[in-house]
């Protein structure tokens, strides 16, 4: 016996999933600020290689000293700045002036700290490689790469300060979109759900009486509907069937017992003439001869209970010559399925 709607389990169950929703909003809004910044990072590396062809394009003429003007030539601030080291020396960090507090340091002093050294040894050979790195308190996404000149390593990085991407107007605005809009739907998914486990509630024994009846409406139906289909599998007259149904009358042939069959291939050249060969058909065979569109050109014709001399006959008034009969195959024997006879049969034909 079915247990009766329990109007406060529902609501209570409403309460828990809205609760637990905004928990997962929560957490996923503690990574979006991160993942945010690694979208940011993938496009901030086709500064970095950028750069690196600028600095390429000096070649053997160039030295040190141009590396750091052509650095120091684009506009730098505290929230984004360049840094270039070579054998773990610092050779410049966001500005000239910047770069003499950090003379004769090691660019493992300024990257101090879990993952911005990590980003600095994971850098690859002309690969550029992004990672959201913090340095003291403050958080970057930083972008670099190695990079080969006269026969040493350098590095060197891109750092934008995270508040400059995260703190953009519009970002600002889609963010308290979301969070606003996602407020609202969970604060009508409660009150719809309270409301309608309400009226669920009340009309409670109108859908138990209404329920018996549709059960046996359902079964009443489901038999209806296996008399049709089945009718229909043998009321063929007017259809010719895909190849992917041909297996499936076969194996409904065998159930029933039908015997025997025969199996005629016809060729048919042209889409018109196929046409013209479907109108004879409907106009010379009954219901119980399956007709099945193959590959091709090729038509299947499944002759279902006749004997072969009649099915013999009616197979050859149907060649004409737009048509031409390429191959038969009688089935009486019931030792195999008739699905695995034919097959056998239609792997000769496809061979030919």
């Not at 309460?15 to 990072?41: H, K, M, P, S, W």
């Not at 996404?141 to 991407?165: P, Q």
């Not at 076969?250 to 889409?271: N, Q, S």
Request: charged share 25%; proline share 0%.
């Amino acid at each position: 016996m079915k247990r009766k709607f329990n109007f406060f389990a529902v609501t209570g169950l409403v309460v828990f999933f809205a609760i637990a929703a905004d928990l997962f909003v929560v957490y996923q809004f503690n990574n979006y600020e991160t993942r945010f910044l690694e979208l940011y990072g993938a496009q901030q590396d086709g500064y970095v290689k950028a750069m690196l062809e600028q600095i390429i394009r000096l070649g053997d003429a160039g030295t040190e000293e141009s590396i750091t003007e052509v650095i120091a030539s684009l506009d730098a601030t505290a929230s984004r700045y360049w840094t270039l080291s070579r054998d773990n020396s610092l050779l410049f960090v966001k500005s000239v002036m910047e770069t003499g507090r950090y003379q004769g340091f090691a660019d493992g002093t300024y990257y101090a700290g879990e993952t911005a050294a990590a980003f600095l040894e994971g850098l690859k050979r002309n690969q550029v490689g992004h990672q959201v790195i913090y340095l003291g308190q403050d958080r970057f996404v930083a972008s670099g790469t190695v990079f080969g000149w006269r026969g040493e390593d350098y590095r060197i990085c891109l750092l934008t300060y995270d508040k400059v991407v995260l703190e953009d107007n519009i970002l600002l605005e889609c963010r308290n979109s979301i969070i606003i809009i996602l407020s609202l739907l969970l604060a009508l998914l409660m009150i719809l759900s309270m409301v309608m486990s309400r009226k669920i509630s009340m009309q409670q024994s109108q859908i138990s009486r209404q329920e018996a009846r549709e059960v046996w409406q359902n079964q009443q139906l489901e038999k209806l509907d296996r008399q049709l289909g089945l009718e229909y599998a043998y009321s063929a007259s007017r259809h010719v069937f895909r190849r992917s149904m041909l297996d499936g009358f076969l194996d409904e042939l065998f159930e029933k017992g039908v015997e025997p069959l025969h199996f005629a291939v016809f060729e048919v050249e042209t889409g018109e003439n196929r046409e013209r060969f479907y109108q004879r058909m409907k106009a010379a065979l009954d219901s119980h001869v399956l007709r099945f569109s193959m590959d091709g050109r090729l038509v299947l014709l499944v002759f279902a209970g006749y004997g072969k001399a009649d099915s013999e006959r009616l197979a050859g008034e149907l060649q004409s010559g737009e048509v031409r009969r390429i191959a038969d195959f009688h089935c009486g024997d019931r030792e195999e399925s008739y699905k695995g006879q034919f097959y056998r049969f239609w792997e000769e034909v496809a061979g030919e």
